[in-house]
């Protein structure tokens, strides 16, 4: 029982930083239906960036994170204006293709500005163990880094469902081509999502520096993950997104603890296949209506 | 305009392709050119840089005394060094560049078992010798003539930490995580596996995981409820201190150890204070280095600033081995010299005495165990082959 409680804080915690990625994978396709597959590389730029804000300027912990935020956030902004703006009514697979290209570009701009070493960025966070029972055991860092990833969730669903900005971008997500005859300004709102997924999924990767480990390759693996996971959950929904994530971390981690490790990959995607049979558009995915 | 853009880009692309073409054809026999595969970029950069090191200085003080007598003549020895981004398809690249664009005379590397493994085939069926320096799986060498190394292999190295754990440790019952995707990680594990249970002890855990992976709380738990007195991790140095780390964190207190591939200045920056106490075995040990090896210490922290890692060390013996083959074989001939490497006898290098049996591209030599203490590596005990 212990070790299954165990598990199940593990999968939470990997959870969280899937889910982190894979809200900026859904957000973006609900809104310009592009699969931005630059996006597990901002994860990676973000994380580089907060590696060099603590390890360089030493800033407390709340500093690294609202400062990393808000820099992948202008970098997300930016990918989109010199990238995807002009390819917006060209066909996807033109925009998927520069999306890649885009990723490419980062990762070894990444690697020459930095070098290919494995980092990790400096614990910020207090990483005393805290014995909750018997035989289960969690560190300050994880229980924070899981709160802190949760209520972020929270604030962007908060944000999409009772603000004007966030009706807009449901508005937009609907449809495109109508809302700019109702005064919506649509290049604000596709910034503000991309604003929005790149500054969450820097997020994830200062969590992931600080539990983990940083490369500047390290978003291709991770991308691929979150995208399944927000495709799983239903890709353009916010609430898909996190579900589809949770699972994911789920079905790898306790493939491992009671079938073997060997097996986590195959056992996960297998069983994902399983779940996209059922639902063909996701779990929270629905083939027309809304999508944020 | 159209056409003449595509014009344009096709005269462009066969003029670099002449130009790329035309410095690769170069085929003076002035100088000695030997190939070097390395990791120079990607995970293993950091044994890239001390197989680059290595060479350089091997290079350098070659020529310095003039070179190698071939044929009457003295000629100069020249590395050219690849990248092969401890990659095996980019490995096989780059043995493949080597022998048919460059014509070396024979190969150094490359390091991970993984890639000197995919770069082997090329040498052998192109009969051009290769010295591995640092990859100990022995499916390398095996059934390969033109195939050498430098180090011990892993069914020794295996079996002495498996002896360190049980006797010296004292330990009954042992976990294992390692790598599953890659050649060495997994060859060693399962020696260890083998050599612990022969010795009576019990594999209490057999955990695995893939190359990139950062999150091994799944399996650490699961570790964690065996109650292992030891855990082992023959895993490569960039990943180890995250393992540790993440083991520590769900409150496993058992010893832990090592095998050489933690032996690089990176494990103690990445791990610091978690690797205290911790062993390793190892084809080295820097501080009771005899007066080659302290020579070879000496020269190569003057030049880099830092004290060599065993893939270095190992670097350079592969690199005196050739000199030495090239020199008896006195010709610029790759089935001369590979003859002249396997008959190899008492060649006094910086990490130990290497001599080849006919038929076998490995030599025997010992190890030593290394005890992590005060944030260095320290001398604990040697293992006779």
Excluded at chain 1, 62 to 82: S, Y
Excluded at chain 1, 265 to 271: E, T, V
Excluded at chain 2, 189 to 209: H, K, P
Aim: glycine letters at 8%; proline letters at 3%; aromatic letters at 10%.
């Amino acid at each position: 029982m212990e070790i299954i409680i165990q598990q199940l804080i593990n999968a939470v915690q990997l959870g969280a930083v899937y889910a982190l990625i894979a809200l900026g994978y859904s957000m973006v396709y609900g809104i310009i239906r592009l699969i931005n597959f630059a996006h597990g590389d901002i994860f990676m730029v973000g994380a580089f960036i907060g590696f060099l804000l603590a390890v360089k300027f030493k800033l407390p912990f709340v500093f690294i994170l609202l400062l990393t935020m808000f820099l992948t956030a202008l970098l997300g902004i930016a990918i989109e204006r010199i990238a995807y703006h002009k390819l917006r009514n060209a066909h996807r697979m033109s925009l998927v293709i520069t999306a890649l290209g885009v990723g490419t570009f980062l990762e070894n701009l990444v690697r020459l500005a930095v070098g290919p070493q494995t980092r990790q960025i400096p614990a910020q966070l207090s990483n005393n163990i805290l014995h909750l029972t018997n035989g289960i055991v969690v560190t300050e860092d994880k229980l924070l880094i899981i709160g802190i990833s949760i209520m972020l969730m929270i604030v962007l669903w908060l944000f999409v469902n009772k603000t004007l900005i966030g009706k807009a971008m449901r508005a937009v997500a609907d449809n495109i081509d109508v809302v700019p005859l109702m005064g919506i300004n649509v290049d604000m709102i596709v910034s503000v999502t991309f604003a929005i997924g790149s500054a969450l999924a820097a997020a994830g990767g200062i969590f992931f520096g600080q539990s983990y480990s940083i490369e500047p390759y390290m978003g291709i693996d991770l991308g691929w993950k979150a995208f399944i996971a927000a495709v799983v959950g239903g890709i353009g929904s916010i609430e898909g997104a996190v579900v589809g994530s949770f699972i994911l971390a789920g079905i790898e981690v306790f493939t491992v603890a009671y079938l073997s490790s060997n097996l986590k990959n195959g056992i996960a995607f297998a069983l994902l296949i399983i779940l996209l049979v059922i639902w063909p558009y996701g779990i929270m995915g629905k083939p027309s209506l809304k999508k944020v | 305009m159209g056409k003449i853009k595509v014009f344009l880009i096709l005269s462009l692309l066969i003029l670099v392709f002449v130009v790329g073409c035309g410095s690769g054809s170069n085929n003076s026999i002035d100088e000695l050119k030997i190939g070097v595969s390395a990791p120079l970029t990607g995970d293993l950069a950091a044994t890239g840089a001390s197989t680059k090191n290595a060479v350089l200085l091997a290079e350098e003080e070659i020529n310095s005394s003039g070179g190698i007598k071939v044929n009457g003549k003295m000629m100069k020895v020249k590395f050219i060094i690849e990248d092969d981004e401890n990659k095996p398809e980019t490995t096989a690249t780059v043995f493949q560049k080597l022998i048919s664009q460059d014509r070396v005379l024979a190969i150094i590397g490359s390091q991970a078992s993984k890639c000197s493994n995919a770069g082997a085939p090329i040498a052998e069926s192109n009969k051009i010798p290769q010295i591995t320096p640092w990859s100990t799986n022995p499916n390398v060498t095996k059934d390969r003539k033109y195939v050498f190394r430098a180090c011990f292999i892993d069914p020794f190295q295996g079996k002495a930490v498996a002896l360190f754990a049980y006797n010296k440790l004292g330990a009954k019952k042992a976990a294992v995580l390692y790598d599953i995707a890659s050649d060495y990680n997994k060859g060693i594990a399962e020696v260890f596996r083998d050599e612990f249970s022969n010795l009576g002890g019990q594999i209490v855990a057999f955990e695995t995981y893939n190359t990139k992976d950062t999150d091994f709380s799944a399996q650490l738990t699961k570790i964690k409820a065996t109650n292992p007195d030891v855990l082992f991790l023959p895993n490569y140095y960039n990943e180890v201190p995250l393992q540790i780390q993440q083991a520590r964190k769900l409150g496993i207190d058992a010893q832990i150890i090592g095998a050489d591939a933690w032996d690089n200045p990176e494990l103690l920056k990445l791990g610091g204070e978690l690797l205290e106490g911790t062993y390793f075995s190892n084809h080295y040990a820097v501080d009771i280095a005899g007066d080659k090896s302290k020579a070879f210490i000496e020269k190569y922290k003057n030049k880099y600033g830092e004290v060599p890692d065993a893939a270095a060390a190992l670097t350079y013996d592969a690199a005196y081995i050739l000199f030495g083959a090239i020199e008896r074989a006195q010709k610029a001939d790759p089935q001369a010299i590979r003859d002249a490497i396997a008959s190899t006898k008492d060649f006094e290098g910086v990490t130990g005495t290497i001599s080849y049996n006919e038929g076998s591209g490995d030599p025997v030599k010992g190890a030593v165990i290394i005890k992590i203490h005060d944030g260095k590596f320290i001398y604990d005990s040697s293992v006779k082959p």
